[in-house]
């Protein structure tokens, strides 16, 4: 295994690479997804070419400064092609990671939960629901269960969702949904504080090929709420959605509807489904979002690539104001012929994290730390939410609270009710509490 630190290129800006770690094994390293852990490590899953003439699922774990603290491969020797898409972490620390598995020559889905500790794999299943099943994205819900969502192919590719125990990994819900004259394919799941399901991808039409967008809104038993298909006029491509800080729904792809290129494409949906804004952001060149989170100054933070005919392709970021879709702040990064950002995400009190790949002469995972949005304290609210007492706080609302360490460290994430009580030793942390319209970010001091 090949491991590379890059120093920081730029200063004094949200785009500071405060580290960049680089993993070449040997031939084609590519991370898909990554989530932090509640000890500040970053765990980021892919596939790898490394090993033998098949992909293998590929799982690192690097803590908070880019040291690899461990890297797993599952699959080599066994004569099939094995994909990790994402990756989630439960209430008590497990990592479950989804993708799918080549099985005679077919793709099923596939999930394993992990030891965050060593590594190895508790238990794995395998599920064939179609000719070929992809499980694109993963998350724990309030329940403390995984909800996973993809599609199956038959003669149509179909959007299925599906929740499992953690346990065990049996099966607690399936719902598959058969679209007569279209191809669904959902790429991303997002989950509402109450255990409701929203699935974001594309709607492509069996007739002229058109692609459209897609937002469906499930309850928590997979029955279907709304569902909103987005047409620019062009092809147009989900591949993230969020549930923001406000309730609202934010997508992120990308679109040729408003140029002769494909442009960055976000938008804003409301709870009940009504499209608030969808707005284009590009530059002369193709370019493509893949990644979307809120910061914490709640504007959208989007990654993907830019790509240029001479010089490859670039890591593209663009800040959204999610008001109204407003550029913010851009920013292209360039450290190899080809860079490629797949998956971002807020670290402890304003940071940024992303995760994907460059290419020289053959593709390496890379893991990317930058210095993130101007660190403000926005206390506004937060007496309503929060009340001092000796030794904690006590939560005024039913929400979901998040703790960090002054230096960033995520210290609980869990549901809490109104009157509880929330103990910490003495001493600075930087607390949230997410209820189902609101998000209150503060810095407490407990005594």
Not at 49 to 78: A, E, H, R
């Amino acid at each position: 295994m090949g491991i590379l630190m890059l120093s920081p290129l730029y200063a004094q800006s949200p785009w500071d690479v405060i580290w960049s770690r680089i993993i070449d094994n040997g031939n084609d390293d590519n991370i898909m997804d990554m989530e932090i852990d509640w000890d500040g490590n970053f765990v980021g899953v892919g596939y790898t070419d490394s090993y033998d003439l098949y992909s293998d699922l590929l799982l690192v774990k690097l803590d908070s400064s880019g040291n690899v603290l461990w890297q797993k491969v599952v699959g080599p020797g066994n004569n099939s092609t094995d994909y990790g898409m994402s990756v989630a972490i439960d209430s008590s620390g497990y990592y479950l990671v989804a993708g799918h598995t080549d099985v005679n020559g077919y793709l099923d889905a596939w999930f394993l939960k992990v030891d965050s500790g060593t590594g190895d794999t508790i238990w794995t299943r395998t599920f064939d629901w179609g000719f070929v099943d992809r499980v694109m994205d993963v998350a724990v819900d309030p329940w403390g269960k995984y909800v996973a969502a993809g599609y199956s192919y038959t003669s149509t590719r179909d959007f299925f969702v599906v929740r499992l125990d953690s346990s065990d990994g049996d099966t607690l819900m399936f719902r598959i949904f058969v679209s007569s004259g279209y191809h669904e394919m959902i790429r991303s799941v997002a989950l509402y504080p109450d255990g409701d399901i929203v699935v974001g991808g594309t709607r492509q039409s069996d007739s002229d090929y058109s692609t459209d967008g897609m937002v469906v809104r499930l309850d928590s038993m997979g029955n279907i709420i709304w569902s909103v298909y987005i047409d620019g006029g062009g092809n147009d491509y989900i591949r993230d959605i969020i549930v923001d800080s406000d309730g609202y729904i934010a997508f992120a792809g990308y679109s040729d509807s408003y140029s002769d290129s494909f442009d960055v494409w976000v938008g804003r949906i409301a709870p009940d489904g009504s499209i608030l804004w969808t707005a284009n952001a590009g530059t002369v060149r193709n370019d493509y979002s893949l990644s979307l989170f809120q910061d914490a100054q709640g504007r959208y933070v989007v990654s993907g690539f830019t790509t240029d005919a001479s010089s490859g392709t670039d890591a593209l970021f663009y800040v959204i104001n999610p008001s109204d879709g407003g550029v913010v702040d851009s920013h292209v990064l360039d450290l190899a012929y080809e860079d490629i950002v797949r998956v971002g995400l807020p670290v402890g009190d304003c940071g940024y994290a992303f995760a994907g790949y460059i290419t020289s002469t053959d593709d390496d995972a890379l893991f990317l730390r930058m210095r993130g949005c101007p660190s403000t304290d926005t206390a506004e609210g937060f007496e309503s939410v929060f009340t001092n007492v000796y030794g904690g706080v006590r939560l005024n609302v039913d929400g979901v609270i998040e703790v960090f360490s002054s230096a960033g460290k995520r210290l609980m994430q869990r549901r809490a009710g109104a009157g509880e009580i929330i103990h910490l030793p003495s001493g600075i942390y930087i607390m949230t509490v997410r209820t189902h319209n609101r998000l209150i970010h503060s810095r407490v001091f407990v005594r």
